[in-house]
């Protein structure tokens, strides 16, 4: 089914279908994390910034609150969280004394890593146990699905 051959009513299932079974799957990550994780899990939110500042070390607190859909206030207020918890570092910028660049600490690192195992190996489980095609689909769908964003996502147009 293209966007061009699709009718309304098919787009419309569709639609629905995504937004419904995204969130499920999301809840369904979330408590089986909340079972088998040593730690208190952060909300979600604490811990998007902590993986988008694990793969963009020294990231300014503007550019992650762009990144993250966020208003640079309420970043600030969780990255002060994050920090007093030891697991975010605010480092000033040498030529700009207003600017500050986001590291995580050595803790958060390893939780960040522990969260994306469990959640990895919870994944791996439920498709260990799908049929090829169901596989299959799931593959072909991702890229689909990263599009989808792309287009829904407020930077992407």
């Given at each position: 089914?293209?966007?061009?051959?699709a009718?309304?009513?098919?787009?419309?299932?569709?639609?629905?279908?995504?937004?419904?079974?995204?969130?499920?799957?999301n809840?369904?990550?979330?408590?089986?994390?909340?079972?088998?994780?040593?730690?208190?899990?952060?909300?979600?939110?604490?811990?998007?910034?902590?993986?988008?500042?694990?793969?963009?070390?020294?990231?300014?607190v503007?550019?992650?609150?762009?990144?993250?859909?966020?208003?640079?206030?309420?970043?600030?207020?969780?990255?002060?969280?994050?920090?007093?918890?030891?697991?975010?570092?605010?480092?000033?910028?040498?030529?700009?004394k207003?600017?500050?660049?986001?590291?995580?600490?050595?803790?958060?690192?390893?939780?960040?890593?522990?969260?994306?195992?469990?959640?990895?190996?919870?994944?791996?489980?439920?498709?260990?146990?799908?049929t090829?095609?169901?596989?299959?689909?799931?593959?072909?769908?991702?890229?689909?699905?990263?599009?989808?964003?792309?287009?829904?996502?407020?930077?992407?147009?």
């Amino acid at each position: 089914m293209t966007a061009v051959s699709a009718s309304a009513q098919d787009l419309s299932r569709v639609a629905s279908a995504i937004t419904a079974v995204l969130p499920a799957l999301n809840r369904a990550l979330e408590r089986r994390l909340a079972q088998d994780f040593a730690h208190p899990k952060p909300p979600e939110g604490q811990l998007a910034l902590l993986r988008l500042v694990g793969e963009r070390d020294g990231i300014t607190v503007r550019e992650a609150a762009e990144a993250l859909l966020v208003r640079p206030n309420n970043l600030s207020a969780m990255v002060s969280r994050l920090i007093a918890e030891g697991l975010l570092e605010r480092r000033q910028d040498s030529a700009d004394k207003r600017v500050a660049h986001l590291h995580l600490t050595r803790e958060a690192t390893r939780r960040v890593e522990e969260v994306q195992a469990l959640m990895d190996g919870y994944v791996v489980a439920a498709l260990s146990v799908l049929t090829d095609g169901d596989l299959g689909a799931i593959g072909s769908a991702l890229g689909a699905l990263d599009a989808l964003t792309g287009h829904i996502h407020p930077a992407g147009h």
